[in-house]
């Protein structure tokens, strides 16, 4: 149960006053849903005002705040010509204030002939003259607000304004409790960090960073606290030892030989498998290092001795993907596999709910629903889980009481991470690489174009499927809404049927999961030659006859989103090309981004540099925040904290525990149990008997 000193902060923001169904959407957008998200949502940068007594020409460039007199009001009679307000300071220097469109009308009413106000803009030359074009700030003499002189600048979406949004926050940091310090006082001391309400109060008032380290630091060490709880938790539990006799795998027909990567973690994973305490481990592998065969030799293990395995897949294109593909590795065998998604219903599902209870379905493939609540199994001791960025799903199915014992967990993830991330994530958790790619792969080579030279473009794709190959189209992000991701994608799809017919099919996420189903079949038949997509495609689609990869603006995507794509060719024999192609005015960050991609195909070397070039305070899209595995904490807060975070989630449990099972009794331990929720991390605490 969530403390109740906690509810002011997880109330929704829906029901804060003035909140009303138009903000609902960007709210939405910018994953704002509750007080404590908002408190959470940082300024990205700063506008900072000077106050000025006087105009002056050395101010330009500048923002000012000034006190003017209002002295002329000129233009604006038709709606094209600007109205244009001249207005004075103490010693008579003028300046232009600049109203386009329907603003002067406005602007005229806010600024009456002869009247002082409070203004603050940006100091412009305009000729010979001061201009200021829409001021930010025009307050009356006798109203209290005053521009502030340092004004936040918050991440937008579309349908929001960043003072709107800045009001709301204003709201929320009223609302805040004072918390039980959970950082121990001495660190807090040698820090100099404040407490966590004066913190966060801090943040949006000024650019603190010693408000922002504190907070980051919350983040960090609920995560490993956490994570801590949760290993206890698995090593004082019991699951089944799994001894698989191998007489299932000895029946595989391989094209191929085990890469020595392959067979040194499968050994690896046998070792777990043996114990009665469950598995926690994490396989790290590129992009088609052969991680499907990992899992499959995990299941059958389980299977050989007389237990269930289930596969988690992402998305459901994903499970039917592993579903065909193991089905095919598998026909001749004695094994019995199913697949179970949400959309299975009615007759199909009931059967296959049957199956798992009686026994007579080996292995099931699906997508989180084979975890739901009606999902009953006979024996399930094998748990593998496909491209998983983020450990709280992992964590709630560990402790959920599905399985008679726990399951043993294989976690599979072809996101590289950094060293320092993966102790943050994933310290609790032993690991196993995949560091070798299967034999005869050529690496794919990556060029870089400019936007301009998309006739070019759609002539090279001409030329590749004349070959009798395939190619991917991927199609821009952007960021103000989905809708118009979909718009670029079915605009782009339309203008390429032109050319190249029905070769060409459009996959978007907002399908629905047969459609989407169907053209991703059509595809991997080889019908469809040029898949146009939104990102649906990222994870792990497998279609080795592809060899060509378009990414259209390049340069808006995060690096391991390019890395994903850039993974889904190369799968073949042949050469294969990947073409980022990038937009016109791209930032110094963009740009560094791409050359990476052209230099390097090491997903290891590329997620560190991601994460030093996230870690410069670089804004990031809301787009990229899913496979964040934190909220607030910059990488370069990561790489500075996560050891320290470490230790003193360590010694908090075996200061006031010594380990035992009611662990977080003592004060501190109260304290630490709110940031859990706080972060929603409290999976751990379903561990603690006096939960
Ligand atoms: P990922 O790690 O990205 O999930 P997959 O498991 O999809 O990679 O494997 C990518 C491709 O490599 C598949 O076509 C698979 O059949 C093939 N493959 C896997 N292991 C080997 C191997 N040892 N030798 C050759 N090909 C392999
Ligand atoms: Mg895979």
């Known amino acids: 149960m969530r403390p109740d000193i906690l509810n002011p902060l997880f109330a929704e923001v829906r029901a804060m006053q003035g909140v009303g169904p138009k903000l609902a959407k960007p709210l939405e957008r910018l994953g704002l849903e509750r007080v404590k998200d908002l408190l959470y949502h940082f300024p990205a940068s700063w506008t900072y005002r000077k106050p000025a007594a006087l105009l002056d020409m050395d101010d330009v460039g500048q923002n000012i705040i000034i006190r003017l007199i209002i002295a002329e009001h000129r233009g604006g009679s038709s709606p094209r010509a600007p ?206 290092s052969g991680k499907t065969m990992v899992a499959l030799i995990t299941l059958l293990r389980a299977v050989e001795a007389g237990f269930q395995g289930a596969l988690l897949a992402p998305t459901e294109i994903l499970a ?85 014992g726990v399951p043993h967990l294989l976690v599979m993830t072809a996101t590289p991470i950094p060293r320092t991330l993966a102790l943050a994530c994933y310290g609790e958790m032993d690991s196993s690489q995949l560091d070798e790619l299967p034999p005869g792969r050529t690496p794919v080579e990556t060029r870089v174009m400019s936007a301009e030279r998309l006739t070019e473009l759609i002539d090279a794709v001409g030329r590749h499927l004349a070959l009798g190959k395939q190619a991917f189209w991927v199609c821009p992000l952007v960021e103000e809404s989905e809708h118009s991701d979909l718009a670029a994608a079915q605009q782009r799809a339309e203008q390429l049927r032109l050319r190249f017919g029905d070769a060409v099919a459009l996959v978007h996420g907002r399908m629905k999961g047969a459609e989407k189903d169907a053209v991703m079949a059509g595809f991997i038949a080889g019908k469809t030659r040029l898949l146009v997509a939104t990102t649906v495609i990222e994870v792990g689609v497998d279609v080795p006859n592809a060899s060509l990869m378009i990414v259209e603006a390049a340069d ?87 050891g320290m975070a470490s230790d003193d989630a360590r010694l908090l449990l075996e200061s006031e525990n010594g380990g035992d099972a009611d662990g977080l009794a003592g004060s501190r331990g109260q304290a630490a149990r709110i940031v859990l929720y706080l972060f929603e991390r409290d999976a751990g605490i379903a561990t603690l008997r006096s939960g």
């Not at 379905?361 to 009953?376: K, N, R, S, Y």
């Not at 540099?609 to 496979?627: A, I, M």
């Open 556 to 642: 808006r995507f995060g690096l391991a989103q390019l890395h994903q794509l850039r993974g889904r060719v190369g799968r073949g024999a042949e050469q294969s090309i990947c073409l980022l192609v990038r937009s016109a005015n791209i930032g110094e960050t963009a740009a560094a981004r791409l050359k990476l991609m052209r230099e390097t195909n090491d997903g290891f070397r590329i997620a560190e540099e991601d994460l030093k070039l996230r870690g410069s305070g670089e804004l990031l899209g809301t787009r990229q925040s899913g496979d964040r595995p934190f909220r607030i904490a910059t990488g370069e807060q990561v790489r500075r904290l996560i």
């Open 320 to 404: 039917r993907q592993h579903f065909s593909g193991l089905q095919r590795l598998l026909s001749g065998l004695p094994v019995n596999i199913a697949i179970l998604t949400g959309r299975d219903k009615g007759r199909a599902r009931e059967s296959t709910l049957m199956g798992l209870a009686d026994g007579s379905i080996d292995i099931l493939i699906g997508t989180h629903a084979i975890f739901q609540e009606a999902v009953q199994y006979k024996a399930l001791a094998v748990a593998v889980i496909d491209e998983q960025h983020r450990f709280g799903v992992s964590q709630r199915l560990m402790l959920s009481r599905k399985a008679k």
């Open 83 to 288: 109205t244009r307000i001249f207005a004075s300071d103490a010693e008579g220097n003028y300046v232009t204030l600049t109203f386009f469109g329907r603003n002067g009308g406005w602007a005229r009413k806010q600024l009456p002939l002869g009247e002082e106000r409070i203004i603050s803009g940006k100091l412009e030359r305009y000729g010979d003259e001061l201009q200021i074009v829409h001021p930010d700030h025009i307050e009356r003499m006798d109203s209290g607000d005053r521009p502030g002189l340092a004004e936040p600048i918050y991440p937008l979406s579309d349908g929001i304004t960043s003072r709107r949004l800045g009001q709301l926050i204003g709201d929320a940091t009223t609302r805040m409790p004072a918390l039980p310090e959970w950082i121990e006082p001495s660190l807090l001391a040698a820090r100099g960090w404040s407490d966590w309400q004066t913190s966060l109060a801090a943040v949006h008032r000024q650019d603190s960073e010693m408000a922002r380290d504190r907070l980051a630091y919350d983040e960090l060490f609920s995560g490993q606290l956490a994570m801590r709880l949760v290993r206890r938790a698995m090593d004082r539990r019991v699951g089944a030892a799994v001894k698989g006799d191998g007489r299932l795998t000895g029946l595989l027909r391989l094209p191929f030989d085990l890469t020595g990567a392959q067979k040194r973690t499968i050994a690896e994973i046998e070792g777990d498998l043996a114990q009665s305490r469950p598995m926690l481990r994490l396989l790290q592998g590129d992009v088609g």
